[in-house]
């Protein structure tokens, strides 16, 4: 790497950091609320039996979020401290739509879970994302057919998983 390719790369400034720590933040925001008002998923933990229950699982993530939220912030503030401007790295708002259509289409798909059950909505989803990841701004019949092969056997395979080995119940 020659010292003159370092000044193409657009480091992520101090903004960049705060929003990606707030983002985080805001997650585990929710799921401590959930976790805190969930007495059930709480009393899992003191179970007498070895299984630790479902709220383990729930506390690593949210530990995670909180430990992640904070140590992106940190930075983020360290940044700041050392005169980054909030700005640096979010010049270009495009690079945030993709990103915005996923969580905007999980909650989709966490919606449309439950009418259309999961294999469909799952196939869609699947399909439409594979599609748009691997194809982006060409038309292609290959790409449109391998998403839609994928948009059908990952979401078998999942079923398979969850529903028939773990039993799970996934929405019908």
């Given amino acids: 790497m020659h010292a003159d390719d370092a000044s193409d ?3 992520p400034g101090a903004g960049s950091d705060l929003l990606a720590g707030g983002f985080l933040f805001a997650w ?6 959930g976790y805190l008002t969930n007495e059930r998923l709480r009393a899992s933990l003191e179970s007498p039996s070895p299984d630790p229950g479902p709220a383990l699982l729930a506390l690593i993530v949210l530990w995670g ?3 992640g939220g904070t140590a992106v912030t940190a930075s ?3 940044r700041r401290a050392r005169g980054g401007r909030l700005r640096d790295g979010l010049e270009d708002a495009r690079t945030h739509l993709r990103p915005a259509a996923f969580v905007v289409t999980l909650i989709l798909l966490a919606v449309l879970l439950r009418p259309l059950g999961f294999l469909p909505a799952a196939g869609v989803f699947t399909a439409c994302w594979l599609y748009g990841l691997t194809a982006g701004a060409r038309l292609s019949l290959r790409h449109a ?3 839609l092969l994928g948009g ?4 078998l395979g999942l079923q398979l998983v969850f529903a028939g080995l773990l039993l799970v119940p996934l929405p019908r």
């Fill in 65 to 67: 979020l909180t430990l």
């Fill in 152 to 155: 059908v056997l990952l979401p």
């Fill in 145 to 147: 057919a391998l998403a």
């Fill in 28 to 33: 585990a925001g929710v799921g401590w609320i």
């Fill in 76 to 78: 983020g503030v360290w």
């Fill in 9 to 11: 790369t657009i480091a």
